[in-house]
């Protein structure tokens, strides 16, 4: 909490001195590297929105856990200390434990379909869900495909995760997931995640192959896997009470902008994915791909974990899914 009260009392001493020019600054933090496409995509709402706004609004953009680790901006932001994050949504399932119905294990085939998912009416439900918690949810990004790596051997069956000591996010299905594959893991924020792969106080990790290759991975880690085992999201938040207050226009103005960012970050995600293996393999990682044989295993071992995850969700959001999911064809 240091760091927010720090951030705060900055806060105070700014508004202090300019008050009159207080809501058309917007800060902006994150905690992916700058060259990460979600970085890139603010950089983009910050051109649009002063474009937009003709100058009038200023907004300052935070990358590389400038402001902090991802769990320290979720609690920045839900009292107001900055107006806006972008951050994996992972970290908000502690704050709205709902948002685990849309991080499932192998729970969407393709990126289209998982997009289809969170800009229909589960997203909107999801949306009330943190509106109620404080927060405006300004839309979904790509963090993407999870894929593990690890420092012991290549994984090629079930048994190569068991007893496998692996850094997750802290999601509670995403950390079930694993240990219904015999593995240990640990719930750590990505800010200390290289120092500990580097230490050898965890074996392994997993993340989008693009976030393995910016975030420099490869230099603490031997082999990486295609497996797969989640498509996750990145999600655009502001403190709510901050965005209500803003006029109408001003409000349009940061949709506005900001849908033209997701949109952006989307399609570069894509390719920074496609690109992310081939230079991973070319910093020395070891790649294996994941044999449908083993795929199926995969889905068999944590079949049981999607199913304890809807029980103790809201039985009405779980309908919805549920019915969205049947319209794609899932």
């Known amino acids: 909490m240091t760091f927010i009260k720090t951030l705060l009392a900055t806060s105070v001493i700014a508004l202090t001195a300019a008050s009159a020019q207080a809501q058309d600054v917007i800060r902006v ?34 990358p590389a856990q400038q402001l902090g680790g991802a ?26 434990p709902e948002l685990e119905v849309i991080g499932l294990p192998f729970q969407f085939p393709n990126r289209d379909t998982a997009f289809a998912v969170v800009d229909g009416p589960v997203g909107a439900a999801l949306d009330q869900k943190m509106s109620a918690e404080g927060m405006t949810s300004m839309g979904y990004m790509e963090l993407g495909f ?3 790596t690890n420092n012991d051997h290549p994984i090629v069956s079930v048994k190569d995760i068991e007893g496998l000591k692996v850094r997750l996010q ?44 910016v975030a420099g991975y490869a230099e603490v880690q ?16 502001s403190n709510k009470k901050w ?26 995600a894509a390719e920074q994915d496609a690109a992310g293996l081939d230079t991973l393999i070319g910093k020395g990682m070891t790649y294996n791909e994941v044999s449908p044989e083993l ?11 999607a199913a304890d995850t809807k029980a103790r969700l809201d039985p009405a959001l779980v309908t919805l899914l549920d019915a969205e999911t049947a319209k794609l064809g899932m």
């Open 170 to 213: 802290p999601n509670e299905t995403h950390l079930a997931t694993f240990r219904a594959l015999g593995a240990n893991p640990v719930a750590m924020d990505v800010k200390e995640l290289y120092s500990a792969l580097e230490q050898g106080v965890i074996d392994g990790q997993e993340n989008p192959f693009a976030i393995i290759n």
């Open 29 to 62: 933090a994150g905690n992916f590297a700058s060259e990460h496409s979600s970085s890139l995509a603010m950089v983009k709402f910050e051109e649009e929105l002063e474009r937009l706004s003709k100058g009038e609004i200023d907004v300052n953009i935070f």
């Open 146 to 148: 999870r894929q593990l």
């Open 71 to 96: 769990a320290e901006n979720v609690q920045a932001v839900k009292i107001g200390a900055i107006e806006l994050m972008w951050v994996g949504t992972a970290y908000l399932t502690r704050t709205v």
């Open 243 to 268: 965005f209500d207050g803003l006029d109408a226009n001003t409000q349009s103005m940061v949709r506005e902008a900001m849908d033209t960012a997701i949109a952006y970050q989307r399609t570069l």
């Open 295 to 305: 795929a199926a295993a995969l889905r068999e071992e944590t079949a049981g974990v």
């Open 222 to 237: 031997k082999y990486v896997s295609n497996t797969g085992h989640f498509f996750d999201f990145i999600s655009v938040v």
